[in-house]
């Protein structure tokens, strides 16, 4: 099979590697969907690809992107029961291996584990970005009949990371929330808000993405390119007092101040970009505000279904989210226009 490869500096390869078998405990995946996620970004244009930006790895040799795994298990291994996998089931895949036994491990946060995440698919492990993918049967999540392939891409990383931040900070539907960055998390973030009826304040810098914010049910646009006191500008919008609750998805330093500064007294504020760094006043930013300050790291296995099983209960579109569909062999174009960051998510279909 033929897997996309990030060989850093924003270089890509589409590799030939050997189908993968399962060992015991593994199944592998017919690839159906596999997103493209705002994470990867950082991994395409990092020098060393994905393995250099400090996840840990054990991989040599290049290693196939990908992190939003979708597809239908097609190979089951020696020691998995019929109620971790099934010839033919549709699943997600939750994109971390730690340990399968220490006390994060055993409540589904792999990412967490003890021991430190021993594989990050589609950076530190091969991932989705091609026909098969092998891993570990306690990593799947079944993918309801409702949502698409697509769909299930995108709960696997994007949509699912803004459903553990909302969860984190216990949005409610009387409460206004800004969200920085309306990337694929951040725009998920705005419709998942939304529907939850909360109030969203959108901000980008790109008026293209404000708009898809709009179409996805924002209440409230900000170009901070455009405004010179962003958190002014929220303020105005909240009767003085600030946001209730914000979420940066941006991972922008004066994004990230703004984002604490932009919340009322007692709110909260939950940082979800990778990367960069932040500089804040800790006194008059957070303690003499009563601010709560969220770090929030993707989900849980049990978090990315619950987020699957909210989005097809309500009826949620995710797959609008979508603007570009890809085959593996255009994955050189699709990463080149998703650098742009002004378009919607893409998702690559390998099979
Ligand atoms: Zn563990
Ligand atoms: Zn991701």
Partial sequence: MKGIVFKGNREIELMKFPDPTPGPGEVVLEIKASGMCGSDLKFYRAAGGASSLGLGSSHTGPLIAGHEPCGVVVAIGPDVSPKQAQIGQRVMQHHYRGCGACDHCSTGWMQLCIEGVAEVYGATGHGAHAKYMKCPART???????????????????????????????????????????????????????????????????????????????????????????????????????????????????????????????GKACFVGEGDSVTLDVSSDLLRRQVTLIGSWTFSTIGQAQCAEYVADRGIELDRLFTHQWRLDQAVEAYALFDKQSSGKGVMLPS
């Fill in 140 to 266: 799947l999540v079944p993918l309801p009949d409702a949502l698409s392939f697509s769909a299930g891409a995108a709960i696997s990383c994007g949509t699912g990371t803004a459903w553990g931040a909302l969860q984190r900070l216990t949005l409610t539907a009387d409460q206004t929330i800004a969200v920085f960055g309306q990337g694929p998390v951040g725009l998920s973030a705005t419709l998942l808000a939304s529907q939850m009826g909360a109030r969203v304040i959108a901000l980008d810098v790109s008026d293209e993405r404000l708009n898809r914010a709009k179409a996805f049910g924002a209440h409230d646009l900000i170009n901070p390119l455009q405004t010179p006191d962003v958190v002014g500008a929220i303020r105005d919008l909240t009767h003085g007092r600030g946001a209730h609750a914000s979420l940066d998805a941006s991972s922008s330093p004066e994004a990230r101040a703004q984002a604490v500064r932009c919340v009322r007294t007692w």
